[in-house]
T-cell receptor, first 112, second 114 residues
Framework: GNSVTQMEGPVTLSEEAFLTINCTYT??????LFWYVQYPGEGLQLLLK?????DKGSNKGFEATYRKETTSFHLEKGSVQVSDSAVYFC???????????FGAGTRLFVKA | DAGVTQSPTHLIKTRGQQVTLRCSPK?????VSWYQQALGQGPQFIFQ???????QRGNFPDRFSGHQFPNYSSELNVNALLLGDSALYLC?????????????FGSGTRLTVV
């Protein structure tokens, strides 16, 4: 079945550092890939998405590229801020969009 | 534009009891999915409702059931509560045919079973 594996956290960075959170997936067909972010006490917010191979999703300085050859969708940001501290979830959706599967989440702490 | 609204925000129930959680989808959305998020884990898919029917279901026992109303709002019912049902329950909405473009999530209902 479909699955998502993302790097374990927590990840602790200083402000303005470069961020990478690794995500790999296993899927049949042509899934869509997502990154969601969850701030304390809140639900998930869609951060970015890519619906086909080689697509790059981007939002708020974050970006990720759908790599079918390596089955990866790594999240990157060139310069993190304290306000980026949250839990980040990599996810994939089956072709019909009936079911989205989430990774276990990676907690990010950014220090001033 | 209201997003996804869930109620109640917090709930404490006793083992063996039954609970009903409610969700109103984002305006314009007609599909509702429910997820269970245990502490420190990623959300787990419970089921999805469209046109008042359960369209797909995850690996959850029959104690978990749902309903969708003509106005697209939805309820999640859990019977015979177990301590392990304690979690954050998230509702997500989308427009049919666009689920592969992402969901809009509510803030969740925190259920504690004692």
């Amino acid at each position: 079945g479909n699955s998502v594996t993302q790097m374990e956290g927590p990840v602790t960075l200083s402000e303005e550092a470069f961020l990478t959170i690794n995500c790999t997936y296993t899927a049949t067909g042509y899934p869509s890939l997502f990154w969601y972010v969850q701030y304390p006490g809140e639900g998930l917010q869609l951060l970015l998405k890519a619906t086909k191979a080689d697509d790059k999703g981007s939002n708020k300085g974050f970006e990720a590229t759908y790599r079918k050859e390596t089955t990866s969708f790594h999240l990157e940001k060139g310069s993190v801020q304290v306000s980026d501290s949250a839990v980040y979830f990599c996810a994939l959706s089956d072709t019909g969009g009936f079911k989205t599967i989430f990774g276990a989440g990676t907690r990010l702490f950014v220090k001033a | 534009d209201a997003g996804v609204t869930q109620s109640p925000t917090h709930l404490i129930k006793t083992r063996g009891q039954q609970v009903t959680l409610r969700c109103s989808p984002k305006s314009g959305h007609d599909t509702v999915s429910w997820y269970q998020q245990a502490l420190g884990q990623g959300p787990q898919f419970i089921f999805q409702y469209y046109e008042e029917e359960e369209r797909q279901r995850g690996n959850f026992p029959d104690r978990f059931s749902g309903h969708q109303f003509p106005n697209y709002s939805s309820e999640l019912n859990v019977n015979a509560l177990l301590l392990g049902d304690s979690a954050l329950y998230l509702c997500a909405s989308s427009l049919s045919g666009t689920g592969n473009y992402g969901y809009t999530f509510g803030s969740g209902t925190r259920l504690t079973v004692v």
